[in-house]
């Protein structure tokens, strides 16, 4: 029993090891040259997100971009520490879910995998030394966090 518990510890630090050297070299420096676009590749993002959830449109109808394009930077940023394993970014994730659950903006959890296929698009574009392993690993590092957002919904 010890033996299998202690075990599974050294599973779960080899995986957040493997995670975190994901980020490192691959993930991080994906998202410099991401950012690196600017607006054009912020506002490519939520062309992307438009064209997949017509209600988009809408949603962001009276809010101003330029500081929505800032804060959805932080917003990924979170995510990616969050799977470095900062617990600052677990909680801003906790209050972004707040405000994505059903009490606050109503983001219904079939909208999140369009949010991240427009981003995968987004990045794909922008950041020209992409490729397909380079956006699995971002699925892989992403997916943890987007599950908490989903769960407080
Ligand atoms: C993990 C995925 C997501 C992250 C990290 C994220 C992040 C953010 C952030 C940082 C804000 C700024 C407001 C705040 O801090 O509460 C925001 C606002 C917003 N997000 Fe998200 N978001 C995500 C998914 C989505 C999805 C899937 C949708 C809908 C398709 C969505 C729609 C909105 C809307 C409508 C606003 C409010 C704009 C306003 O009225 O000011 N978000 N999001």
Request: glycine share 8%; net charge negative.
């Amino acid at each position: 029993m010890a033996m299998t518990e202690r075990s599974n510890t050294n599973e779960e630090i080899e995986a957040a090891a493997e995670r975190r050297a994901l980020i490192e070299s691959v993930v991080r420096p994906s998202f410099e040259r991401f950012c690196a676009g600017g607006m054009d590749a912020f506002d490519d993002f939520y062309f992307g997100l438009g064209n997949r959830i017509p209600a988009v449109g809408s949603m962001f109808a009276s809010v101003d971009m330029e500081q929505q394009n800032q804060l959805i930077r932080d917003g990924i940023r979170d995510l990616i520490d969050f799977a470095y394993g900062s617990s600052k970014a677990e909680a801003e994730l906790q209050r972004l879910a707040k405000s994505h659950s059903r009490s606050g903006l109503g983001i219904a959890p079939e909208y999140y995998p369009h949010w991240i296929n427009a981003l995968m698009e987004a990045v794909r574009k922008h950041d020209t030394q992409a490729n397909d392993d380079t956006e699995s690993a971002w699925r892989k590092v992403l997916a943890d966090g987007i599950d908490l957002m989903i769960a407080g919904y």
